[in-house]
């Protein structure tokens, strides 16, 4: 089940798009893997403008899961 809510960001974005995909394509695998044999599990992922300058968008991607997480200690580990 997905609902697609109206967005300011339907318009065309030129960018990475291979790279986005990518990205997007493993923090979605990822949270498909920690909520698997979860009840009513949820899987929410949003894209919302950041900023805007002039014709310059910076957009944050974001995926929310209910899986059990990843310590603090272990999220430094991440991204040394």
């Given at each position: 089940?997905?609902?697609?809510?109206?967005?300011?960001?339907?318009?065309?974005?030129?960018?990475?798009?291979m790279r986005?995909?990518?990205?997007?394509?493993?923090?979605?695998?990822?949270?498909?893997?920690?909520?698997?044999?979860?009840?009513?599990?949820?899987?929410?992922?949003?894209?919302?403008?950041?900023?805007?300058?002039?014709?310059?968008?910076?957009v944050?991607?974001?995926?929310?899961?209910?899986?059990?997480?990843?310590?603090?200690?272990?999220q430094?580990?991440?991204?040394?």
């Open positions: 089940f997905y609902e697609m809510l109206p967005h300011p960001l339907t318009q065309r974005v030129i960018g990475d798009d986005v995909r990518q990205i997007l394509l493993v923090l979605l695998s990822n949270a498909m893997k920690s909520t698997a044999g979860r009840p009513n599990a949820r899987i929410i992922v949003r894209a919302c403008l950041q900023q805007e300058a002039g014709e310059d968008l910076s944050h991607f974001s995926v929310q899961d209910q899986g059990i997480g990843i310590s603090a200690a272990d430094m580990k991440l991204f040394k």
